[in-house]
């Protein structure tokens, strides 16, 4: 029978949460580096027991831990991070130019078919990939060397490349968002790289329809429609139906279209989840309700759900990587809270329970389907 | 010594033994300490300037030796074992 393992990066350690195919009874160990900020953790799907880690502290700075047994045990790889060439500078909050400075991981993207190549949106943004396992990393260092990546400013959590999307169809073809310089892609294996943010409008900043600056909080694909593309911005839930080149909003009827987290549904392309936010300045949900809205006509038609879900009193935040989608012949979705809980539906979002309610605050949830 | 989160990365107890090249020097030392656990590289110093990371802190016989040149001479008993050199964490953050 299947099982399932959830991997959770909190505030202080990353947790490991595994269950058979119910997804009812859960097995939970952590924290694995008691401590430390994960985060993000992901498994490879070419070997589910290769996972990768990004704890970092304040104090001793990034490392990558690398598990080869389906997150029991872990080994240190490697920690060096080093912008190619002279890194240049970024634009500062208040205009000026700044120096790129290496600061933390703030994703690991594994490769679909190699388990010792894995991608790092890092914060100053940027990319960079191992092919050796995690021991060593190199930058792809045009996307850091656009012609408008002076300009790019920080968001309020840093200039951070927090979203990697590899396309099943196309290896060559990565999508990538920073925050607040938008979207990218490459076609070339990450030679060069192109703004994918036509039709994104941000009323925040100066030109609302630029080419660049917008603030894309998380982007999800279906692998199996690996060329349309849904967006959870600042404000507005928006949509691509040719990999990026445009976008339209399918915010519809939500309650409030501010948000960090969203994913597809792994067996329903037009099926996708999102946790509508109070507002930028209120990063809770709105009446102290928690709400996941589906929508099963690719945007526009959303509907609430609530069943298992506090709906008073609440006032935790969804973060953009804390959402993820299993492979269960019956869909499965998760997400973490910051106040810690980790919520499981096995039935496509329909019903909800937590599996786990006091962890530190979750930074990141992953699964893997496992034979 | 060495602060908790760097124990548990390199594998060690809270006091490390090390010969470092002489003159013993907070980044010969440190040298030698990172050619024994190289986990341990950029995690106390950057890993290209090798400069002490901003909340890291070095004492030695009470004394803070953070913000002194990192060749300067460690004092005479961390030379002869007496007394370690502590790498801390700083309390900071709350």
């Given at each position: 029978?299947?099982?399932?393992?959830?991997?959770?990066?909190?505030?202080?350690?990353?947790?490991?949460?595994?269950?058979?195919?119910?997804?009812?009874?859960?097995?939970?160990?952590?924290?694995?580096?008691?401590?430390?900020?994960?985060?993000?953790?992901?498994?490879?799907?070419?070997?589910?027991?290769?996972?990768?880690?990004?704890?970092?502290?304040?104090?001793?700075?990034?490392?990558?831990?690398?598990?080869?047994?389906?997150?029991?045990?872990?080994?240190?790889?490697?920690?060096?991070?080093?912008?190619?060439?002279?890194?240049?500078?970024?634009?500062?909050?208040?205009?000026?130019?700044?120096?790129?400075?290496?600061?933390?991981?703030?994703?690991?993207?594994?490769?679909?078919?190699?388990?010792?190549?894995?991608?790092?949106?890092?914060?100053?943004?940027?990319?960079?990939?191992?092919?050796?396992?995690?021991?060593?990393?190199?930058?792809?260092?045009?996307?850091?060397?656009?012609?408008?990546?002076?300009?790019?400013?920080?968001?309020?959590?840093?200039?951070?490349l927090h979203t990697i999307l590899l396309d099943p169809g196309n290896p060559q073809r990565i999508f990538i968002a920073i925050s607040a310089a938008g979207a990218f892609r490459t076609d070339d294996g990450g030679k060069s790289w192109k703004p994918i943010n036509r039709g994104l409008r941000s009323q925040y900043i100066p030109d609302p329809n630029a080419e660049v600056g917008h603030c894309v909080h998380h982007i999800a694909m279906s692998s199996q429609r690996p060329g349309v593309l849904f967006m959870q911005k600042h404000w507005d839930v928006m949509r691509s139906d040719d990999a990026g080149d445009n976008w339209r909003e399918v915010s519809g009827n939500l309650p409030t279209d501010f948000g960090f987290a969203i994913d597809v549904h792994a067996h329903e392309p037009e099926t996708i989840y999102v946790v509508p936010i109070k507002s930028d300045s209120e990063h809770f949900p709105l009446d102290g309700q928690l709400r996941v809205y589906r929508s099963r006509s690719g945007?526009?038609?959303?509907?609430?759900?609530?069943?298992?879900?506090?709906?008073?009193?609440?006032?935790?935040?969804?973060?953009?990587?804390?959402?993820?989608?299993?492979?269960?012949?019956?869909?499965?979705?998760?997400?973490?809270?910051?106040?810690?809980?980790?919520?499981a539906s096995a039935d496509a979002g329909d019903s909800w329970a937590p599996i786990v309610r006091d962890l530190p605050a979750v930074l990141s949830v992953e699964v893997q389907t496992l034979a | 010594m060495l602060p908790a989160h760097l124990r548990n990365l390199a594998r060690v107890g809270a006091e490390v033994a090390v010969e470092a090249a002489a003159p013993a020097t907070i980044d010969s030392t440190l040298d030698a300490l990172e050619a024994r656990y190289p986990v341990l590289c950029g995690t106390i110093r950057d890993h290209d300037t090798l400069q002490r990371r901003a909340f890291i802190r070095y004492f030695a016989c009470e004394e803070d030796l953070s913000h002194q040149p990192a060749d300067t001479p460690l004092p005479e008993p961390v030379l002869a074992g007496r007394e370690p050199l502590i790498v801390l964490g700083a309390i900071a953050g709350g």
């Open positions: 029978m299947s099982k399932v393992r959830v991997l959770v990066g909190t505030h202080k350690g990353a947790f490991v949460l595994t269950s058979d195919g119910k997804r009812q009874n859960w097995e939970v160990t952590g924290p694995h580096f008691a401590g430390w900020e994960v985060y993000h953790l992901k498994g490879s799907p070419a070997d589910p027991n290769r996972i990768y880690c990004a704890p970092s502290t304040g104090w001793h700075g990034q490392v990558i831990q690398r598990s080869d047994d389906g997150g029991k045990s872990w080994e240190p790889v490697g920690s060096k991070f080093a912008y190619e060439g002279t890194p240049g500078t970024h634009q500062w909050y208040d205009g000026t130019p700044h120096p790129y400075e290496f600061k933390r991981v703030w994703h690991l993207e594994p490769s679909l078919t190699d388990p010792d190549t894995v991608y790092a949106g890092v914060e100053d943004a940027a990319i960079f990939a191992s092919t050796d396992g995690g021991k060593n990393w190199a930058e792809f260092s045009a996307l850091r060397e656009h012609d408008t990546a002076k300009g790019w400013q920080p968001g309020a959590g840093g200039l951070c945007g526009n038609e959303w509907e609430p759900l609530t069943k298992g879900l506090p709906q008073s009193n609440c006032f935790v935040n969804v973060l953009r990587d804390a959402m993820a989608v299993d492979t269960m012949d019956d869909c499965g979705i998760y997400f973490g809270t910051t106040g810690g809980q980790v919520y | -």
